[in-house]
T-cell receptor, first 111, second 112 residues
Framework: ETGVTQSPTHLIKTRGQQVTLRCSSQ?????VSWYQQALGQGPQFIFQ???????GRGNFPPRFSGLQFPNYSSELNVNALELDDSALYLC??????????FGPGTRLTVT | AQRVTQPEKLLSVFKGAPVELKCNYS??????LFWYVQYSRQRLQLLLR??SRESIKGFTADLNKGETSFHLKKPFAQEEDSAMYYC??????????????FGQGTILTVHP
């Protein structure tokens, strides 16, 4: 059984740029959730995708968007990057949104 | 608003001592409750969920709906328990469908 994987591991972007982060869900899982974890904080829910549709969203602006593909992998896109977007981005997969299994995260630095 | 409070940011105990990591939550409805753990240089992983009433790695957690608490306990701490622990209520339904709400976490250090 393959666990949740994320790419890239690290990323450095400039303010105003756009970024795409990727997540491959665990085998057999149909739900992907994305979280942002700022330094010293717990993860904060961004949104969730279930069978290719957004299924819930946290308090993040529309410049945070996502996609889920037929194989249940997912992308997180962030437009017009701001310095405060610097964080660890976590992806978690689950079967029918239940127990969530996390990937290792992508560390995004915005300069 | 959904809120999770882990009052201790840092907790230090000696090996063999009992340990209790506190968690209080503020919720409407009946969330499911989870504890997640992150060991050094490892990913966040599920430790236990209240509905299963399991004991994982010697840890247990009792849900007290009256006090809205879900404290994590272990009678005899081990050095390998040193990690960051997150309490995370999960609420399914409405706009919060499928969302884990994490506390700020407690760093547990178990000294030899």
């Amino acid at each position: 059984e393959t666990g949740v994987t994320q790419s890239p591991t690290h990323l450095i972007k400039t303010r105003g740029q756009q970024v795409t982060l990727r997540c491959s869900s665990q085998s057999g899982h149909n739900t992907v959730s994305w979280y942002q974890q700022a330094l010293g904080q717990g993860p904060q829910f961004i949104f969730q995708y279930y069978r290719e549709e957004e299924n819930g969203r946290g308090n993040f602006p529309p410049r945070f968007s996502g996609l889920q593909f037929p194989n249940y992998s997912s992308e997180l896109n962030v437009n017009a990057l701001e310095l405060d977007d610097s964080a660890l981005y976590l992806c978690a997969s689950s079967l029918n949104h239940y127990e969530q299994y996390f990937g290792p995260g992508t560390r995004l630095t915005v300069t | 608003a959904q809120r999770v409070t882990q009052p201790e940011k840092l907790l230090s105990v000696f090996k063999g001592a009992p340990v209790e990591l506190k968690c209080n939550y503020s919720y409407s409805g009946s969330p499911e409750l989870f504890w997640y753990v992150q060991y050094s240089r490892q990913r966040l992983q599920l430790l236990l969920r209240h509905i299963s009433r399991e004991s994982i790695k010697g840890f247990t957690a009792d849900l007290n709906k009256g006090e809205t608490s879900f404290h994590l306990k272990k009678p005899f701490a081990q050095e390998e328990d040193s990690a960051m622990y997150y309490c995370a209520p999960y609420y399914a339904g409405g706009t919060s469908y499928g969302k884990l709400t994490f506390g700020q976490g407690t760093i547990l250090t178990v000294h030899p």
